[in-house]
């Protein structure tokens, strides 16, 4: 009986991990070869993590440091769909998901045409800021949030 219940219980979880990693099973089997998708990027966002990051009144920190609550606050996921592919990170996976700029702190990801953003600041003590540059260098959105604020934008 043991067994079946273990069994039960990878039947449940396997999918919730897959997801969680931003696999989506039907899509990529309908999709082998979703990276090809030939979208050029349009787009760029720039992440980051400071006391106050549009005035830059103080130099800006690690941006895992508003997707970690640390010890009394709930870590949030950086989700976002670009190019047709849907993926959430966590302060580790962060990396991943751009370039770090000049300054060692920023987060820059190339976007395409269509793409959309959801981010969570974890931080009590920094604010999260997300700008949108399209190609020509134009700031076409910019958001700044404090603990638990939510900053979603799509195009």
Known sequence: MRKHA??????????????????????????????????????????????????QVRSE??????????????????????????????????????KRGSDGRSLHIALSKHYAIRAQNASSDFDLNLKIIDSSGTVTFQKTVGRYGLIETEN
């Not at 990529?28 to 966002?45: I, Q, V």
Request: charged content about 20%; aromatic content about 10%; proline content about 3%.
């Open 6 to 55: 273990f069994n039960r219980i990878h039947i449940i979880w396997a999918p919730l991990f897959l997801l969680a990693c931003g696999i989506n099973m039907e899509k990529e089997a309908m999709h082998p070869s979703s990276d090809s998708l030939g979208e050029t990027k349009e787009y760029e966002a720039v992440l980051t993590c400071g006391f106050d990051p549009i005035n």
């Open 61 to 98: 920190i690690a941006i895992q440091s508003c997707f970690s609550g640390g010890a009394t606050n709930s870590d949030t996921k950086f989700q976002i769909k670009n190019a047709g592919k849907f993926r959430m990170y966590d302060a580790v996976s962060l990396n991943e998901l751009g």
